[in-house]
């Protein structure tokens, strides 16, 4: 069974960082693009980035870019998404999900809070 | 960037009616990179449609997508009560890969 768990969300403070994980597991971890959505609370659904299946390929998106770095460890079947200078904006559910033409598993969310 | 505008925002239909639900794009999209997404509250989004009209695994043969170029539809032929949901349409052939505002069906 295909699963992706996000772990790392929480309460920080406006300019502060946090470093979000998702493991996978029930497929080979390494053939996939894989990608980060978020959801501010009551909005839709907004890309954040994706990584293709060796790191290869990455994109953001622009209220991120430069804040935000993804990353996998193909061996730990993992993805990352490091976030610095975090703004009262970036609150949201944060998904990680697989898959390059449609998105076809997804993770449950991490919410991150940036609030004072 | 590739702008997705959905219409209507909010579709009020009663149970065992027809919904079209309408994804307009700003610039041609391939359509080997359009989806379609349902999302529940308090649930992640689940995969309907991929590559513009083909269903992903476990979709029922009542929900259908079309389209090409700028112009996509999803169509749900008979709608069940598990079906009032937001839906929501994405692009992933250019960066930044985009989402649609979403478009509530509701139960009229």
């Known amino acids: 069974e295909v699963q992706l768990v996000e772990s790392g969300g929480g309460l920080v403070q406006p300019g502060g960082s946090l470093r979000l994980s998702c493991a996978a597991s029930?497929?080979?971890?390494?053939?996939?693009?894989m990608n980060w959505v978020r959801q501010a609370p009551g909005k839709g659904l907004e890309w954040v980035s994706h990584i293709s299946s060796s790191s290869s390929t990455i994109s953001y998106a622009e209220p991120v870019k430069g804040r935000f770095t993804i990353s996998r460890d193909n061996a730990k079947n993992s993805l990352y998404l490091q976030m610095n200078s975090l703004r009262d904006e970036d609150t949201a559910v944060y998904y990680c999900a697989r898959g390059l033409g449609g998105y076809d598993y997804w993770g449950q969310g991490t919410l991150v809070t940036v609030s004072s | 960037e590739i702008v997705l505008t959905q219409s209507p925002g909010t579709l009020s239909l009663s149970p065992g009616e027809r919904a079209t639900l309408s994804c307009r794009a700003s610039?041609?999209?391939?359509?080997?990179?359009l989806a379609w997404y349902q999302q529940k509250p308090g649930q992640a989004p689940r995969l309907l449609i991929y590559?513009?009209?083909s269903r992903a695994t476990g979709i029922p043969d009542r929900f259908s997508g079309s389209g090409s170029g700028t112009d996509f539809t999803l169509t749900i032929s008979r709608l069940e009560p598990e079906d009032f949901a937001v839906y929501y349409c994405?692009?992933?052939?250019?960066?930044?890969?985009?989402f649609g505002q979403g478009t509530k069906v509701e139960i009229k």
């Open positions: 590559g513009a009209s």
């Open positions: 610039q041609s999209v391939s359509s080997s990179y």
């Open positions: 994405q692009q992933s052939g250019s960066s930044p890969r985009t």
């Open positions: 029930g497929f080979t971890f390494s053939s996939y693009s």
